[in-house]
């Protein structure tokens, strides 16, 4: 299966009083205005198989698709890490061999000092991966560097189970069904045509519209609130 075909909305079964304060944090943050000087950006990643031919593919004709051998070389895995901004349309995928704590550091020192350098605070929405911590930061850089990133950040987590609420989720499922569902052999190329996709999605500002809100979410997700008879 597809690493982005893999996450699927999976909610807790019964009341679960830690998901919903996280839902209803995050659900609150989504209603805010823009405001350029606290950008809404959300985070997220994936992986994406690095797979080379073992022969020439034929090429497509008129009446058939291309063809391509059933045999293929494992060249390893790449990642992805995706920053969205849903109120403006703009999104960043930077390409990675790995995503460890220094990696995770690394992407979050760029979206604030090349990204958004003029944002006073950035709103920071990402699932709760334990890579996904300012002691990331002191992990990858010394104490004043990181203190310097971590003051810029306003971090708000996804619930466990809960990671369908990260609007990068949304655009890394679009960035696999557009551009990353075929072979690719090798990280050059790969980070060649993810930035083809992200100018192609950034020129056209492609925005999410996210609509599901707190009065939603206790009417449709009412078993997930702890009851408050007895």
Not at 2 to 11: D, N, R, S
Not at 33 to 45: A, F, I, K
Not at 176 to 200: F, K
């Amino acid at each position: 299966m597809k690493p982005w075909l893999q996450k699927q909305w999976c909610i807790p079964p019964k009341a679960n009083a830690e998901f919903v304060c996280k839902m209803e944090d995050v659900l609150d943050v989504y209603k805010r205005p823009y405001d350029p000087n606290r950008p809404l950006v959300c985070l997220d990643e994936t992986s994406k198989q690095l797979i080379g031919e073992t022969r020439i593919p034929e090429p497509a004709m008129p009446g058939r698709e291309a063809r391509y051998d059933h045999e293929y070389q494992r060249n390893g895995t790449a990642n992805l890490f995706m920053v969205f901004e849903p109120l403006a349309g703009k999104r960043h995928v930077q390409v990675t061999q790995r995503r460890t704590m220094k990696d995770w550091a690394v992407c979050v020192r760029e979206m604030v000092d090349e990204l958004y350098p003029q944002a006073e605070r950035i709103v920071l929405v990402m699932d709760n991966l334990n890579t996904h911590t300012p002691a990331s930061l002191y992990e990858a850089f010394p104490p004043h560097e990181a203190k310097r990133i971590a003051n810029r950040l306003e971090i708000h987590y996804t619930p466990k189970h809960g990671s369908w609420l990260d609007m990068a989720e949304i655009e890394l499922g679009i960035l696999g069904r557009q551009c990353l569902d075929r072979r690719i052999d090798n990280a050059e190329a790969l980070t060649r045509e993810v930035a083809a996709w992200e100018a192609q999605r950034n020129a056209a500002k492609a925005k999410v519209d996210w609509r599901f809100t707190t009065d939603d979410a206790r009417i449709k997700l009412k078993k997930l609130y702890p009851s408050m008879e007895g």
